[in-house]
């Protein structure tokens, strides 16, 4: 399960993510991500958080995280990963490793929602939800 919200203002796209968060979900998410980007008119100043702050566990198996992992980041611009220390720490550690095996530049890993507002300068933030069609 996951929402996707934007602060134009601050050119912030966040995806937040919970409960179980398993192969179809990372699927759907970079296909809304992508879907989001393609209607801006410029996505180049684009930056992401990706709160995965209310997972409760990562059903991804390895091959496909990998998959992933090697794959260009979506957003180009600077991406966030909240994970607090659990299951979703090691993923946003191992993700991060993967981009950086492949080229690519990391996630930056906080541990609250909080640390990444202030990583892009969200003092009031004005999140919108996006429309998933």
């Known amino acids: 399960m996951f929402t996707l ?8 796209l966040m995806a937040r993510v919970g409960g179980i968060f398993a192969s179809n979900d990372m699927s759907h998410l970079d296909d809304a991500v ?23 566990a990562i059903a991804v198996p390895a091959s496909k995280f990998v998959e992933r992992g090697l794959r260009p980041p979506i957003v180009r611009g600077l991406r ?4 607090p220390a659990g299951a979703s720490e090691g993923f946003g550690r ?11 530049s990391e996630p930056m890993l906080v ?4 640390e990444a507002y202030a990583v892009v300068g969200l003092e009031s933030p004005n999140f919108e939800p996006v429309e998933q069609l």
């Open 94 to 104: 191992s993700f991060g490793n993967q981009q950086r095996t492949a080229g690519n």
């Open 5 to 12: 919200s934007f602060d134009r203002g601050h050119r912030v």
């Open 111 to 114: 541990a609250t929602l909080s």
């Open 34 to 56: 992508i879907r989001f980007l393609s209607r801006q008119h410029d996505d180049s100043g684009v930056r992401g958080i990706y709160d995965f702050t209310d997972v409760q």
């Open 80 to 83: 966030i990963l909240v994970a």
